[in-house]
T-cell receptor, first 109, second 115 residues
Framework: KNQVEQSPQSLIILEGKNCTLQ??????????LRWYKQDTGRGPVSLTI?????NTKSNGRYTATLDADTKQSSLHITASQLSDSASYIC????????FGKGTRLSVIA | DAGITQSPRYKITETGRQVTLMCHQT?????MFWYRQDLGHGLRLIYY???????DKGEVPDGYVVSRSKTENFPLTLESATRSQTSVYFC??????????????FGPGTRLTVT
């Protein structure tokens, strides 16, 4: 069964600290892997999209990595801000898209 | 430039009632989608449409009906609402390019409660 597992389920960090969110998937084959940010009460917004041949992709303070051999992806957030508090969803592109359940990140002052 | 909008944003209805959730996008995207999001589950695809008058089932289509007479609109109807359909519903749209390769842009969501 095609699955996307994210860890941790939730995370609390201090403002200014770095953190890394994990995504393990069993989906194969796939065209790309995406990370979305979902603020409370809003729809998901795309952060990065990586094809299976890409190893890393950055978007400002967000850096996503992909290891197709181990079927793992990570999202690293640098110098976290209060506005980074949100759910982060890993999505693997097949038909249909396969969504992880997300990691809930809380950044506190 | 509104992008993609959903209405209503909140809805409470009774079991057995018919409910229609509206979705409108201003980008002229070919693809449109309906998802539901529940605690303990990732987003799950209900129905999608590749173009006007072309719709197809997703992962959880039972109890839902869709239509797409115009490119910009993609309403979702619950013909006889059940408590298990209490959820947050997201509409999304995306340009042509293959079902799994395009970008998707999500609306703000509709929180539906069925009592």
């Amino acid at each position: 069964k095609n699955q996307v597992e994210q860890s941790p389920q939730s995370l609390i960090i201090l403002e200014g600290k770095n953190c890394t969110l994990q995504c393990n998937y069993t989906v194969s084959p796939f065209s790309n892997l995406r990370w979305y940010k979902q603020d409370t009460g809003r729809g998901p917004v795309s952060l990065t999209i990586m094809t299976f041949s890409e190893n890393t992709k950055s978007n400002g303070r967000y850096t996503a990595t992909l290891d197709a051999d181990t079927k793992q992806s990570s999202l690293h957030i640098t110098a976290s801000q209060l506005s980074d508090s949100a759910s982060y969803i890993c999505v693997v592109s097949r038909t249909p898209l396969v969504f992880g359940k997300g990691t809930r990140l809380s950044v506190i002052a | 430039d509104a992008g993609i909008t959903q209405s209503p944003r909140y809805k409470i209805t009774e079991t057995g009632r018919q409910v229609t959730l509206m979705c409108h996008q201003t980008w002229s995207h070919s693809y449109m989608f309906w998802y539901r999001q529940d605690l303990g589950h990732g987003l799950r695809l209900i129905y999608y449409s590749a173009a006007a008058d072309i719709t197809d089932k997703g992962e959880v289509p039972d109890g839902y009906v869709v239509s797409r007479s115009k490119t910009e609109n993609f309403p979702l109807t619950l013909e006889s609402a059940t408590r298990s359909q209490t959820s947050v519903y997201f509409c999304a749209s995306g340009p042509a390019g293959g079902l799994s390769s395009y970008e998707q842009y999500f609306g703000p969501g509709t929180r539906l409660t069925v009592t």
